[in-house]
């Protein structure tokens, strides 16, 4: 399973279109590594890169719309502040368990409805911003 980049992904903002496709090869190697059964350490290093790159993604996301006064700044932090809570969750079940495949299914459901979710539904709403 993969995310495919498309543009109905796009919302326009070249910054944030730019950091989602990093975003989203940066998961796709994270999958494939689940694939094929990495260690453990491999694994924990590309979630720990993920965790540091979608917090300065979102501060990213943040930062503009802060700029710009947005109306649903503060709604849109929490979808940001929820996801961060979940993928912790995560972290730590990888640490704890390893790669079950109920764990790496799972996971890879989540990350990838909640991202084109958010992006296709919430980031979108962004467009018109600078
Ligand atoms: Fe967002």
Request: hydrophobic share 40%; aromatic share 10%.
């Amino acid at each position: 399973m993969a995310i495919s980049w498309n543009k109905n992904l796009e919302t326009g903002i070249q910054i944030v279109d730019s950091q989602h496709k990093s975003l989203v090869d940066k998961l796709n190697e994270f999958f494939e590594a689940c694939i094929q059964k990495k260690g453990k350490e491999e694994l924990m290093d590309m979630i720990k890169f993920l965790e540091s790159y979608v917090v300065f993604h979102f501060k990213t996301e943040e930062d503009i719309m802060q700029r710009n006064k947005f109306p649903g700044y503060l709604k849109h932090k929490a979808m940001h502040d929820d996801f961060i809570k979940e993928f912790l969750k995560i972290k730590d079940r990888f640490e704890k368990e390893g790669t079950t495949i109920e764990l790496v299914n799972n996971t890879t459901k989540f990350l990838t409805n909640w991202l084109i979710e958010h992006i296709s539904k919430v980031d979108k709403q962004l467009g018109n911003l600078k």
